[in-house]
C-alpha cells in the first residue's frame, strides 16, 4: 500500500463550513484510488485539514480529483466553498488542485492540477475528457440570451438566484447589498419624500436634503455646480471622460461663428481651432429618441453639441452649446454671454443628457455589458486548467449577478432607471442598439482611444493620465503571462480554445459586425496579448472610471439632473429661477436618484482590488512571480497618484489602483 497526504483548504468566508460528508478520489496517469471519505464530522471555515488516502500501487503522475457531498441524515444539506485540495504523493512530490467555488449539489466535481495547460498540451485522454466534460457542462449552465435586437447577448437564467453558485455573490455581499433604491433611501433618510412629487421651490430646500449626505467633492460640487470651470473639467474627470475630442473643423450641424464667441487675448475661433484649443462634446447618440412619462408627466431629453476652449491658463471653458442636433430658428446657440439663466438652464441640460450617456453608453454598455460577454465566453470556452482562464477570471468576480440586479431592479419594468429617468423605458434598448453600432475595438483601448480623440496633450486631463499608466502596467503584466505559455504566433493559432473564445465574444458581443474591428481570431501573440489586456481593463479600470464618481457629481442633483420636466427653451430671454425649478426633476424623483448614484458608489466589505489575488489559479512560478511584480508597480503607480493629488484643488481619485476593483462587482 502507497498513502497519499491529501490536505484540504476551506476558504475564510462565510458560510463556507460544511456539515456533511465529503469525499474525494485521486485519478493519475496509472490509476485512481477508491472514492475515500474525509472523516470528519464538519469542516470548518478556513481550515486546513490534513487526510490520507491508500492505494495499492502509485497511480502515476496526478491529474484530477474527484469530490462530492453527501448530507447525513437528520443533518442539514448545505455549501461548502473549498479553495484547494493539496496533494503530496508517495514519490514526495506536491500537487496543488485549485478550487475555488461552491460545492452545493451531490453531483461529482473534477478539478485539474494546477500547471496551466492548453489544449493540444493534453497528452492524456483523460485529461482530454475531463477537459470536455467541463466544458459541456459549462454550455448547459453558462448559456447565452437575447436582451434586445441589436444588443449584447447576456446570461440565460430566470433570476439572480439561479446563477450557478460559483458566480454569485457570497453571503458578506448579499447581505451588505440590497440593489434597491430602498436601501438607499433609508441609509440617506429620505424615505419620507419619496411620495412627494412637489417641485423644488427654491435652491436652499434642495441643499436641506443634500446635508449631512454628501462626500466632501459632493459638497464641493454643491458649492461651484454653476461656474464653466467645473462644467468643463467634467468632461475630463468626472463620471465621463470618454465623450469628448479635439476639434479641428466644426461640424456642419453647429454653425458657431467667429463673432459669436468671445476668445481671450484678440484670437478667434478659426485660429484656436487651427492651435487645436477647442474640444466638442456631441451627444448624437440622444438624438431623437423618445423622452419618458414619469407620473404622468413628459419628460425631455436633449441631444446637445458643446464647444469648449483651452485657455493660456490651460482651464478648460465652455463657449457655446446647441441643445438640439438640427440647427434652426427655434434651436439657438447658446453663449456665456447670454443672460444668467439664458446660459445656465442650457449647461443643465447639457448634464441632464450627459446623465443618460453616461449611464447607458459609457457605464452600462462600455463595461457592465462587455464585461458580461467577456465572462460569459470565457465560462463556456476555456477549461480552469487554461492560462487564460486563470488570468482573466478574477476579472469576472461578481459581474453576472451585478447584472442580472441592474436588468431587474434598475431597467427592468419597475426598476428605479425606467421609472426616474428621461431615457428610461423605452429608449435604453434604442440607445444601447445605437451606441454598439458606433463601438470600436480601438475606442475600448485607451491608447488607441485617447490618440483617435487626439487628447494626448490636453492639460489637466487626470483620467487620461491614470488610464494610460495603468494601461502600461496591465500590458507588461499580461504579456509577461501569454508569453510564458505562448512561445510563438503558431501556439496561438493551434489553441483551438482561444478561436473559440474570441469567436464567440465577436458573434455574442459585437453581434458579428467587422466594422467595430474586434478581431474574428487570433493569429499572433501580440493580438492575444492586447485583447486580453483590453478585456481586463474594461472590466476593472474603466468600470471604476466611469462608476465610482457618481454620487460626487450626482448627488448634488442639479449638476446631473435624471430627468428634466420642460422643453429645452426655444429662444433666449425666456428662462428664470422659477423656469430652472420647474425644468429640475420633483422632489420624489431627485431623492430616488441620490439612493440609487449612492447605492452604485458604494464599495463593499469583501471588496478586491486590482492586482490582488487571494484565489490562486496559478501554480507555476513564474506567472506567480508575474502577479507580485504587478501588485508592486500598482503600489508605485497608486503612491505616485495620490502624492499627485495632494496639490489638486480636486483630487482624482477614481483610478487609484487601491480603490479600482478587480472586477465589475457593483
Not at 438624438?287 to 413628459?298: E, K, L, R
Not at 459609457?362 to 460577454?373: D, K, P, Q, S, Y
Not at 470556452?381 to 469576472?396: A, C, R
Not at 425606467?418 to 428610461?424: E, P, Y
Request: negative net charge; hydrophobic residues 35%; aromatic residues 10%.
Amino acid at each position: 500500500m502507497v498513502d497519499y497526504e491529501v490536505t484540504v483548504y476551506t476558504g475564510d468566508r462565510v458560510n463556507a463550513t460544511t456539515l456533511n460528508s465529503v469525499n474525494i478520489k485521486l485519478v493519475g496517469t496509472d490509476g485512481e484510488s477508491d472514492r475515500t471519505w474525509l472523516r470528519s464530522l464538519v469542516i470548518f471555515r478556513g481550515s486546513v485539514s490534513t487526510y490520507t488516502v491508500s492505494c495499492p500501487n502509485s497511480l502515476g503522475r496526478l491529474l484530477l480529483i474527484e469530490l462530492d457531498k453527501r448530507q447525513f441524515i437528520l443533518l442539514p444539506n448545505d455549501a461548502w466553498f473549498p479553495d484547494k485540495v493539496q496533494v503530496k504523493s508517495p514519490e514526495d512530490d506536491i500537487y496543488t488542485f485549485p478550487v475555488h467555488c461552491w460545492i452545493s449539489d451531490r453531483e461529482t466535481h473534477r478539478y485539474r492540477e494546477g500547471k496551466a495547460l492548453r489544449i493540444f498540451d493534453e497528452s492524456h485522454p483523460l485529461g482530454q475528457y475531463a477537459r470536455q466534460q467541463e466544458l459541456s457542462q459549462r454550455s448547459v449552465d453558462y448559456d447565452w440570451e437575447l436582451y434586445a435586437p441589436g444588443v449584447p447577448y447576456t446570461i440565460k437564467t430566470d433570476d439572480p438566484m439561479t446563477l450557478p453558485d460559483e458566480v454569485q455573490f457570497s453571503f458578506t455581499k448579499s447581505t451588505e447589498f440590497a440593489f434597491t433604491a430602498a436601501t438607499g433611501l433609508a441609509e440617506l433618510q429620505l424615505k419620507g419624500l419619496v411620495d412627494n412629487q412637489e417641485n423644488w421651490k427654491n435652491l436652499d430646500d434642495i441643499n436641506d436634503v443634500f446635508r449631512n449626505k454628501d462626500t466632501p467633492l459632493s459638497d464641493y460640487v454643491q458649492e461651484h455646480w454653476k461656474e464653466d470651470w467645473l462644467f468643463a473639467y467634467q468632461f475630463l474627470n468626472g463620471v465621463n471622460p470618454t465623450l469628448i475630442q479635439r476639434c479641428k473643423t466644426l461640424p456642419e450641424n453647429f454653425p458657431v461663428t467667429d463673432d459669436m464667441v468671445s476668445i481671450p487675448d484678440g484670437s478667434n475661433l478659426s485660429n484656436e481651432m487651427k492651435q487645436g484649443n477647442i474640444y466638442l462634446c456631441d451627444y448624437k447618440n440622444l438624438d431623437g429618441m423618445p423622452a419618458n412619462t414619469i407620473q404622468g408627466i413628459q419628460q425631455y431629453l436633449t441631444a446637445p453639441l458643446v464647444l469648449l476652449h483651452k485657455r493660456p491658463d490651460d482651464k478648460l471653458m465652455p463657449i457655446a452649446i446647441q441643445l438640439k442636433q438640427t440647427p434652426a430658428d427655434d434651436n439657438p446657440i447658446f453663449l456665456p454671454t447670454d443672460s444668467t439663466y439664458d446660459w445656465l438652464t442650457a449647461k443643465i441640460f447639457v448634464r441632464s443628457a450627459d446623465f443618460s450617456e453616461h449611464q447607458i453608453n459609457a457605464h452600462l454598455l462600455r463595461t457592465h455589458l462587455m464585461a458580461e460577454v467577456f465572462a460569459v465566453s470565457l465560462l463556456r470556452n476555456l477549461p480552469m486548467v487554461h492560462p487564460l482562464y486563470k488570468l482573466l477570471i478574477p476579472h469576472t468576480r461578481y459581474t453576472l449577478q451585478i447584472n442580472e440586479l441592474a436588468r431587474d431592479r434598475l431597467i427592468g419594468p419597475t426598476g428605479v432607471f425606467t421609472n426616474f429617468t428621461a431615457s428610461g423605458g423605452e429608449a435604453v434598448p434604442r440607445i444601447l442598439t445605437r451606441s454598439l453600432s458606433s463601438i470600436t475595438y480601438r475606442s475600448l483601448c485607451i491608447p488607441d482611444d485617447i490618440a483617435d480623440r487626439d487628447m494626448q496633450d490636453v492639460p489637466n486631463f487626470y483620467y487620461r493620465d491614470d488610464a494610460l499608466q495603468l494601461w502600461s502596467v496591465m500590458f507588461k503584466f499580461v504579456q509577461g503571462v501569454i508569453q510564458y505559455y505562448y512561445k510563438s504566433d503558431d501556439d496561438v493559432l493551434r489553441d483551438s480554445e482561444l478561436q473559440t473564445w474570441i469567436g464567440d465574444i465577436f458573434e455574442h458581443g459585437f453581434l458579428s459586425q467587422p466594422q467595430t474591428g474586434i478581431p474574428q481570431s487570433f493569429t499572433t501573440v501580440p493580438e492575444l496579448t492586447k485583447f486580453a489586456t483590453m478585456v481586463m481593463f474594461t472590466s476593472s479600470c474603466q468600470h471604476a472610471a466611469v462608476n465610482s464618481g457618481q454620487y460626487d457629481y450626482g448627488g448634488w442633483m442639479p449638476n446631473t439632473p435624471a430627468t428634466l420636466r420642460r422643453p429645452p427653451p426655444t429662444e433666449k430671454g425666456t428662462t428664470s429661477e422659477a423656469t430652472m425649478l420647474e425644468t429640475l426633476p420633483p422632489i420624489n424623483v431627485t431623492v430616488q436618484g441620490m439612493a440609487t448614484v449612492w447605492l452604485l458608489s458604494r464599495q463593499s466589505s469583501d471588496f478586491v482590488s486590482l492586482g490582488h489575488y487571494p484565489e490562486a489559479h496559478y501554480s507555476e512560478g513564474t506567472p506567480r512571480q508575474l502577479q507580485m511584480d504587478f501588485k508592486a508597480e500598482l503600489d508605485m503607480l497608486s503612491t505616485a497618484i495620490n502624492n499627485r493629488n495632494k496639490s489638486l484643488e480636486i483630487p482624482y481619485t477614481y483610478l487609484d489602483p487601491k480603490k479600482v476593483e478587480n472586477s465589475v462587482a457593483i
